[in-house]
């Protein structure tokens, strides 16, 4: 298996405009959750999907933040509209029981 | 509610010496505990995991942890380090609800 994978690996944007991450998590992982890393806050869980369903979304920042997993094989996070303060790295991980992380996406907003 | 404390940010140690990274959880249930490392510009990868059974868990590159109940601590411990082991250390705890808490990481910084 090629493991979780995330794209784009980095992004640039200007404020104001929408960003999409993408996540394909492991064949037969039931689970997918995505986190932000910063230096100030380190690890943060934003939401989980257990099934396709989101499980938990109470780490969500704020109504600019949205995922979706439409089926067992993707998911996204949307950010809309997009600040200087959400850069940062995000990573999408799955599991059935320890969960395995991609590379994560740098976020940067200009 | 869980939590997972490890107690220092930053372990300087040389070349060869042993290392031990601490990990203190809370949990009013059952847990499941795990070591994750990061290197630079990567995600996390995991290191070693304590599901049930002996206490002791072997992990790769040379870990192991301990799981102590009475304590609630996980500790990693290393007998001896290499430059390439420089990297972030994150311990996890999972309650069975798959919902993963984390610690604010230990930078282990192996010098020459």
């Known amino acids: 298996d090629a493991g979780v994978i995330q794209s784009p690996r980095h992004e640039v944007t200007e404020m104001g405009q929408e960003v999409t991450l993408r996540c394909k998590p492991i064949s037969g992982h039931d689970y997918l959750f995505w986190y932000r890393q910063t230096m100030m806050r380190g690890l943060e869980l934003l939401i989980y999907?257990?099934?396709?369903?989101?499980?938990?979304d109470s780490g969500m920042p704020e109504d600019r933040f949205s995922a979706k997993m439409p089926n067992a094989s993707f998911s996204t996070l949307k950010i809309q509209p997009s600040e200087p303060r959400d850069s940062a790295v995000y990573f999408c991980?799955?599991?059935?029981?320890?969960?395995?992380f991609g590379q994560g996406t740098r976020l940067t907003v200009v | 509610a869980q939590s997972v404390t490890q107690l220092d940010s930053q372990v300087p140690v040389f070349e060869e010496a042993p290392v031990e990274l601490r990990c203190n959880y809370s949990?009013?249930?059952?847990?499941?505990l795990f070591w994750y490392v990061q290197y630079p510009n990567q995600g996390l990868q995991l290191l070693l995991k304590?599901?049930?059974?002996?206490?002791l868990v072997k992990g790769i590159n040379g870990f192991e942890a301990e799981f102590n109940k009475s304590q609630t601590s996980f500790h990693l411990r290393k007998p001896s380090v290499h430059i390439s082991d420089t990297a972030e250390y994150f311990c996890?705890?999972?309650?069975?609800?798959?919902?993963?808490?984390f610690g604010t990481g230990t930078r282990l910084k192996v010098l020459a």
């Open positions: 999907f257990n099934n396709n369903v989101p499980i938990d």
């Open positions: 949990s009013s249930v059952s847990v499941y």
């Open positions: 996890a705890v999972n309650s069975g609800t798959y919902k993963y808490i």
């Open positions: 991980a799955s599991s059935r029981v320890e969960a395995f």
């Open positions: 304590y599901l049930s059974g002996s206490t």
